[in-house]
């Protein structure tokens, strides 16, 4: 009790990744399957603090998979890669509030 506690991000050597591999293979298999349809990457407030972990596989696997496309919503780092064209849609703001204009449901 009173010990110090860190969030479990990448900034050292002291990322605890276990979590991660428990299911890595089940995602990787999904992925396998789901690249020959059709899909979408929802990605929000994804930032810059770990860009390896969120932000660089959802927008390779959008590049690599034409039938696939990406929405990016974040307060302020909403923008999408231009080499994926109409595929991408970066939307910058509160997830809340462009979730609830949507109007879906």
């Keep these: 009790m009173g010990e110090a506690v860190y969030p479990n991000v990448r900034v050292d050597g002291s990322f605890i990744h276990d979590h991660f591999d428990a299911t890595a ?4 298999s999904w992925l396998t399957e789901a690249r020959e349809g059709r899909g979408i990457v929802l990605e929000i407030g994804a930032g810059f603090n770990t860009p390896t972990v969120i932000r660089t596989p959802g927008e390779q696997l959008v590049y690599s998979t034409h039938d696939w496309k990406m929405i990016r919503i974040n307060l302020t780092d909403a923008e999408v890669p231009e080499q994926l064209g109409v595929r991408a849609l970066g939307l910058e703001g509160d ?3 462009i979730i609830s204009s949507l109007n879906i449901g």
């Design 25 to 28: 293979n089940q995602l990787n």
């Design 95 to 97: 997830a809340t509030s």
